[in-house]
């Protein structure tokens, strides 16, 4: 921020009208570095391939000495935990990108002089995705790094709604502009006992809020280690109350919806998602059938999940066992909070759909001894009572999320901080019967919900670099430029066309043999290609030559040519 010099008034009471105020400038007034964008606003959003663009001023108090200035963007995730005495706060830069200053902008002699205005120009291009060496640490899968190597969102501050981030974990950008002075600093008599020591005597930031475009994921594959996730829940449907007569089982097997695509302004949803989820009702006897259940309500609500570490985390911290397993060498923390959806009126219909059940046939290899009479005589009556048919459907159900309360961040995985989603539903089921009677039954299955953000394309500055296959394109199809014939170009035309004439009419003066046989014409040899030399030339006497010192091939006795005189001859 801005210093200027302070001034302290010293007056009394009763002449405070009187006498001028008194002015005191400071020994060393502070000098003064500002950052400003261009086209900025405090509610602007910079997504993949967005032009960062401004200047950097500088007007100093006093005449400073430097030896360089930097401009850079910068990212950070920020994680904290309470110690004992003091936070402690763990900081990760997985984007450094520094700004080339010419050494013409600079002044010479490098000294910034008292009262000048010094004015340097930036441009940043916010990138689609890290270096491979921003995520060098050790993982449990090469998959990880390719997520640790996307950019992260923002998070943790300066959204105008509630990003559903903890006040532990932070991740920031920023354009941050340095004036920096060297000093070299010798611990021993011999030169490579010194060091150079940069110290920054002035330094100006301004934060921006990035959201990256995200691509859509494959879904995840959900084992039952997996204790995030709830895909499938079966309930006992009964007549009125805990104790009463069963009707049947249904179940709920959901699958996982597809990518909630958001704009690159976080304001709206572009793609609703649909989760699909697969009923079946498995009727306890089959007067039941005739009854099945029907949907009555849905309500759902999506979790944010916040995994943050003091080190590097190794594995996807959504998968597999418990997060926070004791006897670690790092701290670790989870955050989760809920936002509920809006509502779901348009309640998907239940089309049921009869199906058999596998019935499995006795191998009469039983042994009679190794059940009891009491489990003999109940499996006997569970398959005397068990309805043979089961009823099964599928229904969708969209789903939107409520982009004007909160603030979504696109799901990512990082090094020392990760960002995912739930999704809850609530099915509420009740026969016909109950339905009068406003009771039923609730099934409820939790999923992973991805949250994406669009792709927006930019022309010019920014735009994403063309693939080899692309420029293999553009290079095909670029137009090619049309114009008259030169003179020379059309003699050189001219001469060809008559040395073509020339060439095919010496081929056909001659007669040809209709058959390949081996056996020669009144021209020259017998073969049909017509080729320059035909009937006597040079080039035909070559190849006759080769003829006659071919080798005999496979099914030639004596060969042909040379070797046949000489087999002749040899059996005279």
């Given at each position: 921020m801005a210093a200027t010099p302070s001034s302290t008034s010293a007056s009394s009471a009763h002449d405070s009208n009187d006498l001028p105020p008194v002015t005191r400038d400071l020994a060393f007034p502070k000098s003064d570095i500002r950052v400003h964008l261009k086209d900025h606003y405090n509610a602007k959003i910079y997504t993949s391939g967005s032009p960062v663009k401004g200047e950097?001023?500088?007007?100093?108090?006093?005449?400073?000495?430097?030896?360089?200035?930097q401009i850079v963007l910068i990212g950070n995730t920020k994680a904290s935990f309470d110690?004992?005495?003091?936070?402690?706060?763990?900081?990760?830069?997985?984007?450094?990108?520094?700004?080339?200053?010419?050494?013409?902008?600079?002044?010479?002699p490098k000294v910034l002089e008292s009262g000048e205005t010094y004015t340097i120009p930036f441009n940043f291009v916010i990138p689609s995705q890290l270096t491979i060496n921003a995520c060098n640490h050790k993982r449990l899968s090469d998959q990880l790094q390719d997520h640790h190597v996307l950019l992260p969102?923002?998070?943790?501050?300066?959204?105008?709604?509630?990003?559903?981030?903890?006040?532990?974990?932070?991740?920031?950008?920023?354009?941050?502009?340095?004036?920096?002075?060297?000093?070299?600093?010798?611990?021993?008599?011999?030169?490579?006992?010194?060091?150079?020591?940069?110290?920054?005597?002035?330094?100006?930031?301004?934060?921006?809020?990035?959201?990256?475009?995200?691509?859509?994921?494959?879904?995840?594959?959900?084992?039952?280690?997996?204790?995030?996730?709830?895909?499938?829940?079966?309930?006992?449907?009964?007549?009125?109350?805990?104790?009463?007569?069963?009707?049947?089982?249904?179940?709920?097997?959901?699958?996982?919806?597809?990518?909630?695509?958001?704009?690159?302004?976080?304001?709206?949803?572009?793609?609703?998602?649909?989760?699909?989820?697969?009923l079946t009702f498995d009727p306890e006897s089959p007067a039941h059938i005739a009854s099945p259940p029907q949907i009555t309500g849905v309500s759902g609500k999506v979790t944010a999940h916040t995994f943050f570490s003091s080190g590097t985390i190794s594995d996807f911290p959504n998968l597999g066992g418990e997060w926070n397993t004791p006897y670690l060498t790092d701290r670790r923390g989870q955050f989760f909070t809920s936002v509920s959806l809006p509502p779901i009126t348009a309640v998907p219909e239940v089309t049921w759909t009869q199906k058999m059940r596998n019935q499995r046939r006795d191998s009469g290899y039983g042994t009679e001894s190794s059940s009891s009479p009491v489990a003999a005589a109940a499996a006997a009556r569970e398959k005397q009572v068990r309805s043979p048919v089961y009823l099964s459907s599928t229904v969708d159900i969209p789903i939107t999320l409520p982009t004007d309360k909160k603030t979504f961040v696109p799901t990512f995985h990082g090094c020392i901080a990760s960002r995912v989603y739930t999704l809850s539903l609530s099915i509420?089921?009740?026969?016909?019967?109950?339905?009068?009677?406003?009771r039923g039954t609730r099934v409820n299955v939790t999923v992973p919900l991805q949250v994406a953000v669009e792709e927006r394309g930019v022309v010019g500055v920014g735009?994403?670099?063309?693939?080899?296959?692309?420029?293999?394109?553009?290079?095909?199809?670029?137009?090619?430029?049309?114009?008259?014939?030169?003179?020379?170009?059309?003699?050189?035309?001219?001469?060809?066309?008559?040395?073509?004439?020339?060439?095919?009419?010496?081929?056909?003066?001659?007669?040809?043999?209709?058959?390949?046989?081996?056996?020669?014409?009144?021209?020259g040899s017998g073969t049909d290609d017509g080729l320059p030399g035909y009937g006597g030339d040079v080039a035909g006497q070559e190849s006759r030559q080769q003829e006659e010192d071919r080798l005999p091939g496979y099914g030639e006795v004596g060969g042909s040519g040379r070797w046949r005189r000489i087999a002749a001859e040899a059996a005279a």
């Open positions: 950097v001023t500088i007007v100093t108090k006093r005449d400073v000495r430097f030896d360089s200035i110690g004992m005495s003091y936070p402690q706060e763990i900081t990760h830069t997985f984007l450094k990108m520094i700004m080339p200053i010419p050494e013409s902008t600079l002044p010479l969102p923002s998070m943790g501050g300066g959204w105008e709604k509630d990003d559903m981030a903890p006040r532990m974990t932070r991740v920031e950008y920023s354009i941050k502009a340095r004036v920096i002075r060297e000093t070299v600093s010798s611990t021993g008599p011999r030169p490579e006992n010194t060091a150079i020591k940069k110290t920054r005597i002035m330094e100006g930031t301004h934060n921006i809020q990035v959201l990256p475009s995200t691509p859509e994921e494959p879904p995840l594959n959900i084992t039952p280690k997996d204790r995030l996730y709830s895909m499938t829940k079966s309930k006992t449907l009964r007549k009125s109350f805990i104790l009463s007569t069963k009707l049947g089982k249904i179940t709920a097997d959901a699958h996982q919806p597809s990518a909630a695509v958001i704009s690159s302004d976080g304001n709206r949803l572009v793609s609703r998602p649909t989760m699909r989820v697969s509420s089921m009740a026969t016909p019967s109950e339905k009068k009677k406003k735009a994403e670099l063309p693939s080899f296959e692309e420029a293999l394109a553009d290079e095909h199809l670029r137009p090619r430029v049309m114009q008259v014939m030169s003179e020379e170009m059309r003699e050189e035309v001219e001469r060809g066309r008559r040395g073509r004439d020339s060439w095919m009419g010496a081929g056909s003066s001659s007669p040809v043999s209709s058959q390949s046989t081996g056996g020669s014409s009144e021209g």
